[in-house]
Structure formats: structure tokens, C-alpha cells
């Protein structure tokens, strides 16, 4: 089903049979909404959004590509998450486990003259959002050099999670990692903690993680369970009071109210020659601790 967002722009609503359900958008290919079955919200969005281009929207899940932050000649996080996708009809095939059982979307992204001017690199970007019969998110997305030199790029999903108070989560899944700290110019550190809890902003890449992280949420008495493929680093971001008061499209307190957890591919870019194509997945669930079994 389409839907026109406020903006004008169509969003690609996906609908389980439990009642489940994600919006994407067409801008930026962005994950914008995913409710479970009880109808909750599992993403932040923030109040103080602006939904018209050409800024990306604060919330969901915007894709930073081909540059994950600002080290680099591009804007700051990419241009992929302030571009306008377009549904593919029949993109090259996925396993039938992409597909059986889920509903789903594809989404492509490829440059413009102008992104061609900033970024000399022709590509084609897939992103398929898939929502399963168990209300299980998941994102694949496939990079293909359509060029006849080799590019590299960084890449992101900025996960903006909805968390009950940012004082009463943990992440598991991290400790013994080194990780590069956004706060103290990129140096490394390695994590002393068994899990992470949270007293202040926060901005690292942690590097080569496992397959699963997970944010647990002892308050809403909920678990994110993070599975990821192709995507070795990690992105934890909560800029906190100070920095929030800084950013114009954010309410001051509501980074109590979020974590930005990515699945992300940052110290090592990915390289592809001609006609290469690169693969990721992000999958991610709900455990409910309330609902027993
Ligand atoms: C994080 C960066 O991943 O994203 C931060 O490490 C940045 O430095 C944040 O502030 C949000 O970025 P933006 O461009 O969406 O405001």
C-alpha cells in the first residue's frame, strides 16, 4: 500500500497479519515507522521533525552512504538519506528466504548528475525492507559499482530505537571491543564494561562486533535483538542534554528517549571494482518479557 506522507512524498506502508507495521519512505529510503502488533512505536521520531527536504528526517532508520560521518569530502553522513528512492519492481533475485513468508518492498537508488559532480561514482543501490510474519524488521541492502574504476565507501543504518528513559537501558554485545570515540578525536579505546549503560553523550564506532547486539529495556520490559551480516562495526550515538539543545530538529530531553544503534561498516571501507556487488542485512526483533510465555 502507498501513502502519501505531509511532505507530498509516497511512503510504502508494510503490513503483517498480526498487525504489524512499517512505513518507509520513498526519501531517502528511509525506514520511517515500525509498530508491533500491540501497536507501539519501536522507533523515535522526533517531535521537533521537519519532513520537507532537503535535510534528512530525525527518526526512523536514515541510511548514511557513501560516507558515515564527516571525515570525508561529503555531507556529513552521505547523500543517500536526503535522495529520492524509487520502488523497484523486479530487482535481480534474493534467497526466497528474503522473501517467503514476509512482506516486503525494493527500493533503488542511483545518482544524479549532480551526485556524480560531488561523488564521480556511478552505482546501483538495492535496499529491500522486509516485514515478517513475527513482526521482525529487515533491512538488505546491495551495492553495485556500475563503474568501470573501483570505488570505496562507509555506510550506516542510523537506527534511531524508542527506548523508555536512556538512564534505564543497556546494550550487551560490545564489551571487550575497542572502539573509536567521536568525542575524543577518533581515538581508540577499548571497552572495559560487560555491558553499556549510559550517563552522558555518547558518540563511538565499535569495531568488528559479533553478529548480535542487543538493547535491553528493563523498564518497557523489552529486548532489541540486533542481527547483522556484512556489517561489522557498530554506531552508538545519544548526544545528551547539552548537544541536543544544539540540534535544531531535536527537542531538548528527548535523548532520554532514544539510542541510535547502527549496523554500520566504518573503520575499514568497503571497496568494489567494476561490477561488484556488496551485500548487508539488519535484521532486527522484539523480545517481550511482559507477555510470558
Ligand atoms: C552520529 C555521529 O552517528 O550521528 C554524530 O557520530 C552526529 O556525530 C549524529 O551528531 C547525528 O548526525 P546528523 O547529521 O543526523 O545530525
Not at 108 to 117: A, G, I, V
Not at 209 to 236: C, Q, W, Y
Amino acid at each position: 500500500e502507498i501513502v502519501k506522507e505531509r511532505n507530498g512524498i509516497d511512503q510504502v506502508l508494510l503490513k503483517n497479519s498480526r498487525g504489524a507495521i512499517v512505513r518507509v519512505s520513498l526519501y531517502g529510503g528511509q525506514v520511517r515507522s515500525w509498530k508491533n502488533e500491540r501497536g507501539e512505536e519501536l522507533l523515535f521520531t522526533s517531535s521537533k521533525a521537519v519532513f520537507k527536504p532537503p535535510k534528512a528526517v530525525r527518526g526512523g532508520i536514515p541510511i548514511c552512504f557513501p560516507q558515515f560521518g564527516n571525515c570525508g569530502t561529503l555531507e556529513q553522513h552521505g547523500f543517500a538519506r536526503n535522495k529520492l528512492w524509487v520502488i523497484e519492481e523486479n530487482p535481480p533475485a534474493l534467497p526466497p528466504t528474503d522473501s517467503v513468508g514476509k512482506t516486503f518492498v525494493d527500493l533503488l537508488l542511483k545518482p544524479s548528475e549532480d551526485d556524480m559532480k560531488i561523488w564521480p561514482h556511478s552505482f546501483e543501490f538495492r535496499l529491500r525492507v522486509c516485514l515478517g510474519a513475527e513482526g521482525n524488521l529487515t533491512l538488505i541492502p546491495r551495492i553495485r559499482n556500475m563503474n568501470c574504476k573501483p570505488f570505496s565507501f562507509s555506510f550506516a543504518f542510523h537506527t534511531y530505537f524508542s527506548i523508555s528513559d536512556i538512564n534505564e537501558v543497556r546494550v550487551e554485545g560490545l564489551e571487550t571491543l575497542d572502539y573509536l570515540d567521536n568525542l575524543h578525536q577518533r581515538e581508540r579505546f577499548t571497552e572495559q564494561e560487560t555491558s553499556l549503560t549510559f550517563e552522558s553523550e555518547v558518540d563511538r564506532v565499535y569495531v568488528s562486533s559479533a553478529n548480535m547486539v542487543a538493547i535491553l529495556d528493563h523498564e518497557k520490559k523489552r529486548t532489541f535483538m540486533i542481527r547483522k551480516e556484512g556489517l561489522p562495526d557498530v554506531v552508538v550515538w545519544n548526544p545528551w542534554g547539552r548537544k541536543s539543545k544544539a540540534i535544531a530538529d531535536f527537542g531538548d530531553d528527548e535523548y532520554k528517549k532514544m539510542l541510535c544503534l547502527d549496523g554500520a561498516c566504518v573503520e575499514t571501507p568497503i571497496t568494489l571494482k567494476p561490477n561488484e556487488e556488496w551485500k548487508g542485512r539488519l535484521e532486527l526483533s522484539l523480545i517481550n518479557s511482559s507477555l510470558g510465555p
